[in-house]
Nanobody
Framework: QVQFVESGGGLVQPGGSLRLSCTTS???????IMWWYREAPGKQREMVA????????KYRDSVKGRFTISRDNAKNTIYLQMNSLKPEDTARYYC??????????WGQGTQVTVSS
């Protein structure tokens, strides 16, 4: 059974930083493209970033230059370093694994709230 356990969210002031983690079990982690998504109240879930198994990555435009995705295959874990946070980054953040366009069931996510 595939499981995603997201952590590291919290309440932070605008301009602050957080580092999210997602530990995965039940898959051969190194084979998968790993994604971060987020869902804000009243909005559809949206892609934040993904990282390929060769370490290359891509970001949505609104987070480029502020967020950094990374992976540690030895720990079956991905990270999302979020700097210069803005109120519009407020959302619940989720990770998932993808291979040949197939994703798994979502985990519980971790809440990020950016507010003064």
């Amino acid at each position: 059974q595939v499981q995603f356990v997201e952590s590291g969210g919290g309440l932070v002031q605008p301009g602050g930083s957080l580092r999210l983690s997602c530990t995965t079990s039940g898959i051969t982690f190194s084979r998968y493209i790993m994604w971060w998504y987020r869902e804000a109240p009243g909005k559809q879930r949206e892609m934040v970033a993904f990282i390929n198994n060769d370490g290359s990555s891509k970001y949505r435009d609104s987070v480029k230059g502020r967020f950094t995705i990374s992976r540690d295959n030895a720990k079956n874990t991905i990270y999302l370093q979020m700097n210069s946070l803005k109120p519009e980054d407020t959302a619940r953040y989720y990770c998932n694994a993808e291979i040949r366009s197939q994703f798994f069931n979502w985990g519980q996510g971790t809440q990020v709230t950016v507010s003064s």
